[in-house]
């Protein structure tokens, strides 16, 4: 069975540092692409980061140069660095996989979702 499951989640200030994780279970991680996505209520999911299985980083625009995905093999964990905070940046966070290295196409061009999804951590970021 696959599993995702985020953590790292909560509240800070603006300006503030988070960083969130997703423990990866019952598939490849190594050669899947792996994604962070957030959403708002009443608002569309929005692709935040991205990773394909060659290491290959993708951003949205609104966080390049604040967030930054990495992840860890041995541990099969997805991570998501989040510096200098903003309140805009108060979602819930998923974070998901798919078999198909085309994190450009899901994150920056919003095409296509991807295949497994975890249930999300919440971040809020007050004024």
């Known amino acids: 069975e696959i599993q995702l499951v985020e953590s790292g989640g909560g509240s800070v200030q603006a300006g503030g540092s988070l960083r969130l994780s997703c423990a990866a279970s019952?598939?490849?991680?190594?050669?899947?692409?792996m994604g962070w996505f957030r959403q708002t209520p009443g608002k569309e999911r929005e692709g935040v980061a991205g990773?394909?299985?060659?290491?290959?980083?993708i951003y949205a625009d609104s966080v390049k140069g604040r967030f930054t995905i990495s992840k860890d093999s041995a541990k099969n964990t997805l991570y998501l660095q989040m510096n200098s905070l903003k309140p805009d940046d108060t979602a819930t966070y998923f974070c998901?996989?798919?078999?198909?290295?085309?994190?450009?196409?899901?994150?920056?061009?919003?095409?296509?979702?991807?295949?497994?999804w975890g249930k999300g951590t919440p971040v809020t970021i007050s004024s």
């Open positions: 019952g598939f490849p991680f190594n050669s899947y692409c």
């Open positions: 998901a996989a798919d078999p198909r290295n085309l994190a450009d196409m899901y994150i920056r061009r919003n095409v296509g979702t991807m295949d497994y």
């Open positions: 990773i394909n299985s060659d290491g290959s980083t």
